[in-house]
T-cell receptor, first 116, second 112 residues
Framework: GAVVSQHPSWVICKSGTSVKIECRSL??????MFWYRQFPKQSLMLMATSNEGSKATYEQGVEKDKFLINHASLTLSTLTVTSAHPEDSSFYICSAQRTSDPDTQYFGPGTRLTVL | QQPVQSPQAVILREGEDAVINCSSSKALYSVHWYRQKHGEAPVFLMILLKGGEQKGHEKISASFNEKKQQSSLYLTASQLSYSGTYFC?????????????FGKGTKLSVKP
């Protein structure tokens, strides 16, 4: 089956620092990747859609200057949380849409971000 | 536009059945079902596309009633491993970049 990895799996950082999270599709090409955020006991909320070679599309209410997304290749998308604050602490999950099968999304294992 | 899931939570004894519903106020292209264990990413269960589709894998099946804009997930003879939160994700049209809008989830607890 399709495998999506995220790195790191967890990170603790100080307020004001930037954190980069990587999302990789290991055995397939993904023209499109999605970034979700999940607060405890809540549903996943789509943050942005990342398309290889173009600018990401952000959902309403998501600050694009704070959550920088780069999709440099067909297997890698990165989310950088800039100047992180405690309210940015959350579980960040990416998903990848296989170029050859756009009906199915494959989720990464998630990254737990804690900002002190 | 967030789909509505019901019930919010359910507790079962091992071997019992459960139904989880997912309703939308808008016409849907597809419905996806995921199960999430605590602290882990969601795991894909199945996708249903328009057309009254039904699907199943082992003792978990689902149906999609496009007229009612509703999907139901059926868990038969539940096992302890079925415990988790079940999310439905809805897609309004193909080409909407495939992004999903998730319901709030249904927490399923299966007890021995």
């Amino acid at each position: 089956g399709a495998v999506v990895s995220q790195h790191p799996s967890w990170v603790i950082c100080k307020s004001g620092t930037s954190v980069k999270i990587e999302c990789r599709s290991l055995d397939f090409q993904a023209t499109t990747m999605f970034w979700y955020r999940q607060f405890p006991k809540q549903s996943l909320m789509l943050m942005a859609t990342s398309n290889e070679g173009s600018k990401a599309t952000y959902e309403q209410g998501v600050e694009k200057d704070k959550f920088l997304i780069n999709h440099a290749s067909l297997t890698l998308s990165t989310l950088t949380v800039t100047s992180a604050h405690p309210e940015d602490s959350s579980f960040y999950i990416c998903s990848a849409q296989r170029t050859s099968d756009p009906d199915t999304q494959y989720f990464g294992p998630g990254t737990r971000l804690t900002v002190l | 536009q967030q789909p509505v899931q019901s019930p919010q939570a359910v507790i079962l004894r091992e071997g019992e059945d459960a139904v989880i519903n997912c309703s939308s106020s808008k016409a849907l292209y597809s419905v996806h079902w995921y199960r999430q264990k605590h602290g882990e990413a969601p795991v894909f269960l199945m996708i249903l596309l328009k057309g009254g589709e039904q699907k199943g894998h082992e003792k978990i099946s689902a149906s999609f009633n496009e007229k009612k804009q509703q999907s139901s997930l059926y868990l038969t003879a539940s096992q302890l491993s079925y415990s988790g939160t079940y999310f439905c994700g809805t897609e309004r049209k193909r080409g909407s970049q495939g992004n999903l809008i998730f319901g709030k989830g249904t927490k399923l607890s299966v007890k021995p």
